[in-house]
Nanobody, 120 residues
Framework: VQLQACGGGLVQAGGSLRLSCAAS????????MGWFRQAPGKKREFVAA????????LYADSVKGRFSISRDSAKDTMFLQMNSLKPEETAVYYC??????????????WGQGTLVTVSS
């Protein structure tokens, strides 16, 4: 599966942004999908994941209540709605896919990333 993330940009602290990840190639519904981010000088970290049917979601503690992950199987697309953004959440955001269970690791397929910059 090939993944293409988009929707990043510049937003003020407290603002919102919606990221999209379009999948192509193999059946989108076969994969657990996830979002990760990597801030400058830091390791890549897990943000959120969603099950194949969209019925189960997993979030990093730092984004619970502010971010929402969803998917549209008719459009082979996954989304990340980000609200109340903080400057420390400035990072390149990556979408990823895996088979199996909804987890925060062991993703096999990665998109190219989209930059989110949160100004203070």
């Amino acid at each position: 599966v090939q993944l293409q993330a988009c929707g990043g940009g510049l937003v003020q602290a407290g603002g919102s942004l919606r990221l999209s990840c379009a999948a192509s190639g193999r059946a989108f519904s076969s994969y657990v999908m996830g979002w990760f981010r990597q801030a400058p000088g830091k390791k890549r970290e897990f943000v959120a994941a969603i099950s194949r049917d969209g019925g189960s979601r997993l979030y990093a503690d730092s984004v619970k209540g502010r971010f929402s992950i969803s998917r549209d199987s008719a459009k082979d697309t996954m989304f990340l709605q980000m609200n109340s953004l903080k400057p420390e959440e400035t990072a390149v955001y990556y979408c990823a896919a895996k088979r199996g269970e909804v987890t925060a690791n062991a993703y096999s397929y990665w998109g190219q990333g989209t930059l989110v910059t949160v100004s203070s």
